[in-house]
């Protein structure tokens, strides 16, 4: 059994980053349709640092947390945020996180090995983000579906990658502090 003060600690390790994330949504760039993010970034990282379980588990709740109604996303909160083409990509973001730690396992490991793991995730984000923002925009009536799929979709791809890359390079450097951590806590 977990003794409490591990418990706490995930805990804490989980709130830390709803709050990135959270920050990470209002922290915008304009740009026309949607405003340009780090939340993919944060994501990521949240499986690089966190491992494949608590790196999902912290993007879950900040997901849940958003459509009860904290205003966590970039537009607000709420449960007619299901509504938006964007949503796939929050709901991307709990695979992302998942991905990268499963992909990336334990703590001091090659900085290649951080990459593939977080450049896997990114994708794992688009391949869920891309086809709800289609099937969502379908459904509300969008016509120029390939209009949406290229500035609302493709524009971000290369911004994201890149800063899926950094991502895996701090993962690569702040990770064995971690391991430390983690190991002094025990």
Same mark, same amino acid.
Request: proline share 5%.
């Given at each position: ?34 405003p340009l993010t ?34 966590? &996303?970039? /537009? @607000? ?7 938006? +083409?964007?949503?796939? *990509?929050?709901?991307g973001f709990i $695979? =992302?996180? &998942?991905? /990268? @730690? ?7 490991? +090659?900085?290649?090995? *951080?990459?593939?793991?977080?450049? $896997? =995730? ?65």
């Amino acid at each position: 059994m977990k003794n409490k003060n591990t418990v706490a600690a995930n805990i804490a390790e989980c709130g830390i980053f709803v709050a990135l994330m959270t920050a990470a949504a209002y922290i915008q760039i304009p740009f026309p349709l949607v405003p340009l993010t780090f939340q993919t970034a944060v994501s990521v990282l949240a499986g690089l640092l966190l491992g494949a379980k608590k790196g999902a588990v912290s993007m879950s709740v900040y997901a849940f947390a958003g459509l009860a109604g904290l205003p966590l &996303f970039s /537009a @607000g909160g709420g449960i007619y945020y299901v509504l938006k +083409p964007s949503f796939g *990509y929050i709901l991307g973001f709990i $695979a =992302a996180a &998942f991905v /990268a @730690g499963i992909i990336a396992g334990k703590a001091d490991l +090659p900085v290649w090995r *951080y990459t593939v793991a977080a450049m $896997a =995730a990114f994708l794992v984000n688009y391949a869920i983000g891309i086809p709800y923002c289609i099937i969502c925009a379908k459904f509300l009536g969008v016509e120029n579906l390939l209009n949406l799929l290229i500035t609302g979709n493709l524009i971000y791809m290369p911004k994201d990658a890149a800063l899926c890359a950094l991502a895996a390079i701090l993962s690569r450097r702040v990770c064995p502090a971690i391991g430390r951590a983690v190991k002094n806590r025990r």
